[in-house]
C-alpha cells in the first residue's frame, strides 16, 4: 500500500473575506513548496466555524478535518500552526495532535480494531511563528525591512494580546525589535505591552509621525476595529492627540519573509514523517 501524505494548515480563523484572502499566499506557497501534496485548512475558533457554515462556507475543526484525512485513506500527515505565538490555541492543537497520534501504536503502523483499520502512520505538528530563538531573530530581520526611513516617523506593530503565560512572547520580541531599530515599536490589543507603554516609548523620541501595522496574520476584525476603527478608543484616534497618524491594514501573511518563516517549520515537521529518527 502507498502511503498518502497530507499537510493541515491550522488557524483560528476569519469569516472577513478580504482577510482570508492572505491565508491563500501562505497556501499558494505551500503547494508551491510540497507539490502534489494535499493542502486542506482547519479553523480553532467555534464562532467562525459556526458564521461561516450560515453562509455555505463550512470550514473544518482540526479533530473532523484529521478524521476525514483518516478517512479518506491519508497515512501520513503533518499538521502546521498558524498561530503568532505558541499560546491556549496552540497547546490545545498540541493536545489534538497528541492523542491522535497515539492511534499509530508502538510500531507506527495503523491500530487493529473490530471496526477496521484507523490511526495514521505519522502524524506531525509545525511550531507556530515565534517559538524558538532564531524564529525572533528572523522576525525582527523581516520587520526591519518595514521600518520608515524618516526619523520622526515611528512603526508601531500591533498584536491580539494574550492571557496565556506565553504572553512574554510579545515583550521579548519589542525588546529585540528596539534593540535593532529606534523606530520600531509592539503592542498588544489585549495584553503587554498595551497601547500605555507604546505612548510612553514613543514620547522618549520626536516622533511625528505614526504608522499602525498589525503584528496579526491577517487583518482581521481587531485590525478593522481596534486599529483603524472611528470608535474614540481605537488606537488609530488615541494616537492622533499627538502624532499624524496613517494604518496599514495588511497582515503578516502577506509578506514573503514572514511565509517563508512559517514554510521552515512546516519542512520541519514534513521531514518527519518519513524520518522517525527527527
Not at 497556501?27 to 475558533?45: D, L, N, S
Not at 500552526?81 to 497515539?102: T, W
Not at 529606534?182 to 505612548?199: H, Q
Not at 523620541?205 to 491577517?218: A, D, E, G, S
Amino acid at each position: 500500500m502507498v502511503d498518502k501524505q497530507a499537510i493541515l494548515l491550522v488557524t483560528f480563523g476569519t469569516n472577513v473575506a478580504e482577510a482570508a484572502a492572505s491565508f491563500s499566499k501562505l497556501e499558494r506557497k505551500v503547494k508551491e513548496t510540497f507539490p502534489g501534496i494535499e493542502v486542506r485548512w482547519a479553523y480553532t475558533a467555534k464562532t467562525i466555524r459556526a458564521a461561516l457554515a450560515q453562509q455555505g462556507k463550512p470550514v473544518d475543526s482540526p479533530i473532523t478535518a484529521l478524521a476525514k484525512l483518516q478517512d479518506e485513506g491519508y497515512t501520513r500527515v503533518a499538521v502546521q500552526s498558524v498561530h503568532v505565538l505558541p499560546g491556549q490555541e496552540f497547546y490545545d492543537l498540541v493536545n489534538i495532535v497528541d492523542n491522535m497520534a497515539r492511534f499509530q501504536g508502538s510500531t507506527g503502523k495503523y491500530f487493529q480494531s473490530r471496526i477496521g483499520k484507523f490511526g495514521f502512520h505519522r502524524l506531525t505538528l509545525g511550531a507556530p511563528l515565534l517559538y524558538k530563538p532564531a524564529d525572533y531573530r528572523a522576525v525582527t530581520e523581516a520587520i526591519k525591512y518595514l521600518r520608515p526611513a524618516a526619523p520622526d516617523h515611528a512603526l508601531v506593530l500591533v498584536g491580539h494580546g494574550s492571557n496565556h503565560h506565553t504572553f512574554s512572547a510579545y515583550g521579548c520580541l519589542n525588546d529585540m525589535l528596539r534593540q535593532s531599530c529606534d523606530n520600531v515599536f509592539l503592542g498588544t490589543v489585549e495584553g503587554y505591552p498595551s497601547l500605555a507603554e507604546v505612548k510612553a516609548d514613543l514620547a522618549k523620541k520626536p516622533f511625528r509621525q505614526v504608522t499602525l501595522l498589525p503584528f496579526m496574520n491577517i487583518a482581521g476584525d481587531h485590525a478593522i476595529n481596534d486599529l483603524a476603527g472611528a470608535e474614540e478608543d481605537s488606537w488609530k484616534n488615541q494616537l492622533a492627540r499627538s502624532y499624524r497618524v496613517s494604518v496599514c491594514l495588511t497582515g503578516l501573511l502577506d509578506y514573503l519573509p514572514i511565509i517563508e518563516i512559517y514554510i521552515s517549520h512546516l519542512q520541519e515537521a514534513f521531514n518527519k514523517l518519513t524520518d522517525p529518527a527527527k
